[in-house]
């Protein structure tokens, strides 16, 4: 079988590996995490058990089969132009799927794979420089200072806030986002973030050329999409997954390849008959908004839903930070007056899924017990 094919030009932190019982000698005496894992991979079982992150509801095991997360491993390969002997970093949870798939495309693929423990700031010891790498949105703030040691990055995980977009846009690095989920194993489209010209020299890009150039997911080869009558995505990948996907991701089509995300339906706040994307608002607010922070729906007698904001703070600095943060969100003229929020809560620290994205129903019950500042009203 396919998954049990170690390519000889396969390294895993500067060791070589003649063969699969040699490497799983290796990783048994070097990570508790890797080894059960490749245990697995190298089984005769035809498919792999793996967990889902629990960001948008409580984590599951599902099963993958080899030959998709195979296919998957090619897919990504192929489209970055990754062959033999690239040289990649790991530096996201051997845990979850994300992390599987650096291994399995290393090892299917014949890169050169260093492992590094996850981090919210990967690079802080690194010196060395790499053709690939994953990230989530967290670990490239911390990183921008050193990501031009990584050729091409792609980040998923969460969205890539406005303010980080540009801030990559002085970089060598060419960065792509990546929607994806557990069940379609990783991605299955990618963006653009940043460009670079044909000599690739570094250069600023207009606000509205980068818009129409970075807006939009492009899928990757076979895969077809379309909508249902939810206006959520709907994917047919038949190398990764034999099931149709309906997924709760709201989306513009742009056309038979290509889609704007919305948000996620289960995260639309339906505020006195309007409704309000948390996603697109948070989008506008990064502007203004240097702590973490997100925005979600709450019961309200009038409304049905009102709109609040949850910001990451310590309460100590709270009540200060409000009236600053009044005024920078009444300035905000992208706005519409449904997407200012009633409410503003503060919390210490937000509650998280392993993988770093932030649970959102439990951090707002945890906000909710905790210091808030309430407005009447509309700014």
């Not at 600095?317 to 992208?334: E, P, R």
């Amino acid at each position: 079988m396919a998954q049990n094919k170690l390519h000889t030009c396969f390294q895993l932190n500067n060791n070589s590996f003649s063969n699969v019982n040699e490497l799983l000698y290796y990783a048994q005496n070097s990570s508790k995490e890797i080894y059960p894992f490749l245990k697995e991979w190298f089984s005769n079982k035809r498919d792999i058990t793996v967990q889902t992150s629990g960001s948008t509801g409580a984590p599951k095991a599902i099963q993958l089969q080899k030959e998709h997360v195979v296919n998957s491993a090619l897919t990504t390969g192929n489209y970055f132009s990754l062959a033999e002997n690239t040289t990649a970093l790991l530096c996201l949870p051997v845990a979850y799927i994300a992390g599987k798939l650096m291994l399995i495309r290393a090892i299917t693929l014949g890169w050169h794979l260093d492992v590094v423990q996850p981090d919210s700031n990967p690079l802080k010891d690194i010196f060395k420089e790499y053709d690939f790498s994953a990230m989530v949105p967290l670990q490239v703030e911390n990183s921008l200072d050193k990501l031009p040691q990584i050729k091409k990055l792609i980040v998923g995980g969460g969205v890539v806030s406005k303010k980080l977009q540009d801030k990559l846009q002085t970089l060598s690095t060419e960065v792509f986002a990546t929607y994806g989920m557990t069940e379609t194993i990783t991605h299955i489209a990618v963006k653009k973030l940043n460009k670079l010209n044909f000599d690739g020299v570094k250069y600023y890009i207009s606000r509205s050329f980068r818009a129409q150039s970075s807006g939009y997911f492009s899928v990757l080869p076979n895969i077809t999409i379309y909508k249902d009558e939810r206006n959520c995505l709907v994917i047919k990948a038949p190398k990764v997954s034999k099931e149709v996907i309906f997924t709760n991701d709201v989306v513009r089509l742009i056309s038979d390849t290509q889609f704007e995300w919305l948000g996620r339906l289960d995260h639309v706040i339906n505020s006195g008959g309007v409704k309000l994307h948390p996603e697109k608002i948070e989008e506008k607010f990064s502007a203004i908004i240097k702590n973490r922070f997100f925005v979600t729906g709450i019961s309200d007698e009038k409304l049905g839903e009102k709109l609040i904001l949850v910001v990451e703070l310590e309460s100590s600095k709270a009540s200060g930070f409000k009236s600053i943060l009044f005024k920078k969100i009444k300035n905000l003229q992208s706005l519409s007056k449904f997407e200012i929020p009633k409410e503003i809560y503060f919390v210490e620290q937000f509650i998280e899924t392993e993988t770093g994205k932030i649970q959102r129903s439990k951090t707002l019950l945890k906000a909710r017990g905790c210091h808030k500042s309430k407005f009447n009203g509309y700014f």
